[in-house]
């Protein structure tokens, strides 16, 4: 399976260090959808290019981007595709049967109180031994999100990773979603279709 997730990246950084795709940042988590950096780090990826953007690019939603917004502490923001090994396991959170296994509600899955979605995560994590979670994103139900514990680091693998830019069709699909207007760009609709 092949994820993609949004990361300030640094070419030169080792595998399990800040700026690598395959870093964990349990260190930094604690205001995400699924941190619990007492019990685990997580890494949050996607299914879909442009879901992984947009959830990047989502705090400029209505307002405007510009060139220095694709930039994370001075690093290139960036998108990685990570290869998850077959051999693991992901709970999917947008199956009926799942959700009533782990008694969760589909309204529970991705809301905005962060109490109720870490307290669903701390449970899979404590009572499966699976590598992660599939949900649907709170920008589009269409839009698969994996929420991978770092148990599942030796699963995964680098397969490519390429430097976001304002003119990068992605870029310009996720401003467009967001309502967002790209500095220096003339139009930035794009038919999604």
């Known amino acids: 399976m092949i994820l993609r997730r949004c990361l300030a990246w640094d070419p030169d950084a080792a595998p399990d260090a800040p700026g690598s795709p395959l870093w964990f940042p349990r260190k930094l988590q604690g205001d995400g959808r699924h941190d619990s950096p007492e019990r685990y780090g997580c890494l949050y990826a996607s299914e879909e290019p442009l879901s992984a953007v947009v959830e990047e690019l989502a705090r400029f ?75 649907w994103s709170a920008h589009e139900s269409q839009w698969t999100n994996v929420t991978l514990f770092d148990r599942a680091r030796g699963l995964l693998s680098v397969e490519s990773v390429s430097v976001l830019r304002p003119d990068d069709e992605l870029v310009g699909a996720a401003a467009a979603f967001l309502g967002l207007r790209v500095q220096g760009r003339a139009d930035t609709r794009v038919d999604l279709t």
């Open 61 to 135: 939603g209505g307002t405007s981007l510009a060139p220095a917004d694709l930039r994370r502490g001075g690093l290139p923001l960036a998108l990685a595709e990570l290869g998850l090994a077959d051999s693991a396991v992901l709970l999917d959170l947008d199956s009926p049967r799942i959700l009533a296994r782990t008694g969760l509600r589909p309204s529970l899955v991705a809301t905005g109180e962060r109490a109720r979605t870490r307290a669903a995560a701390e449970a899979i994590h404590e009572r499966l031994e699976v590598a992660g979670f599939r949900w």
